[in-house]
């Protein structure tokens, strides 16, 4: 099979998907505990601290520049990949009666949410931090916009919807690097655990902020 056909065929979506999803695991641990310095009881002085020294790192906007090409990449292909399988389909899925929800079956669903609140997250952070223009600590800045419920709401959205995708996606992502059934599910657990854990702590940041009395809708 050629290199252009590889890549383009649903193999080779799911061979990309899997690289990028690696790439971003590795960096959901990284985000998680940098932002885990917000919970410091010192005013946000190490977790301004922490992001000076990230916002004059060379090395690290390289990083960043790779993660938001990663992030793209990913999501593209992922509903991509749900658009095409839907249109192979010539009947549509049964529908059970009652409230039912499949995360293999909404992967494009739960993309479209994710990048909905990236972009978001990157507007409000990122993009103030990268250029300098923020002219408070970016730790007030994350106070005063964890204060507004409509915000809080899309971001806690978000999570849920990154732990649904981590739920089938860990899987997915296995399967895809040729891990055979009865080590999977050895390593099952590890995926369930990191599905719910740093989901859980990105959502524990608009939470706290909520509980501390800063919140108003």
Request: aromatic letters at 12%; proline letters at 4%; one cysteine or more.
């Amino acid at each position: 099979m050629q290199v252009p056909n590889f890549y383009s065929s649903s193999i080779g979506r799911k061979v990309i998907m899997a690289g990028t999803g690696l790439f971003l695991i590795a960096f959901l641990v990284v985000h998680l505990g940098l932002n885990a310095t917000l919970f410091v009881n010192d005013g946000g002085r190490l977790f301004d601290r922490t992001a000076e020294l990230l916002r004059h790192n060379w090395l690290l906007h390289g990083l960043e520049i790779l993660v938001f090409s990663s992030s793209i990449v990913h999501i593209w292909q992922g509903i991509s990949l749900s658009i095409q399988n839907q249109s192979k389909r010539s009947t549509p899925y049964a529908v059970n009666p009652g409230l039912s929800f499949d995360p293999a079956r909404s992967m494009g669903l739960l993309g479209g949410i994710i990048l909905v609140f990236l972009v978001l997250h990157l507007y409000q952070f990122w993009l103030p931090n990268a250029i300098g223009t923020s002219t408070d600590s970016l730790y007030r800045l994350v106070r005063d916009t964890m204060s507004h419920g409509w915000v809080i709401s899309i971001y806690v959205l978000g999570c849920i919807a990154l732990s649904a995708h981590l739920l089938h996606g860990w899987r997915s992502l296995c399967i895809t690097l040729g891990v055979t059934e009865q080590y999977l599910q050895l390593i099952a657990p590890i995926g369930i655990s990191f599905a719910i854990v740093v989901p859980l702590g990105l959502a524990a940041i608009p939470i706290f902020f909520f509980i501390s009395g800063y919140a108003r809708f």
